[in-house]
Nanobody, 127 residues
């Protein structure tokens, strides 16, 4: 399995960014997909996840309605639309694919359930 993330960059407070992650190697539509992030000196934390049934999503508490995760199963791609960015959002953002195929219901949010990771894309929000 390979995950290729893109879309990070340097932005100003209040700006928006859209991250993308394209997967290959397994049948994409069968697996939960998620975004995690890791700031310097901190542990990797959950940002958002989307189930294989595209309408079900979960978000970290800090998101507060600013981010939207979505997926396009025809393109084997998951997206993270980030709005109203703040300096606290500065981190390396990683896309991840669940280890096992998804069941109906909410997507997984525990980092231990994700076994495949992209290379990370840096998001820096400048004040």
């Amino acid at each position: 399995v390979q995950l290729q993330a893109s879309g990070g960059g340097l932005v100003q407070v209040g700006d928006s960014l859209r991250l993308s992650c394209t997967a290959s190697g397994r049948t994409f539509r069968l697996y939960d997909m998620a975004w995690f992030r890791q700031a310097p000196g901190k542990e990797r934390e959950f940002v958002a996840a989307v189930g294989n049934f595209k309408t079900v999503t979960r978000y970290g508490e800090f998101v507060k309605g600013r981010f939207t995760i979505s997926r396009d199963n025809a393109k084997d791609t998951v997206y993270l639309q980030m709005n109203s960015l703040t300096p606290e959002d500065t981190a390396v953002y990683y896309c991840a694919q669940a280890k096992i195929s998804a069941a109906k219901g909410s997507p997984k949010v525990d980092i231990k359930d994700y076994g495949y990771w992209g290379q990370g894309t840096q998001v820096t929000v400048s004040s």
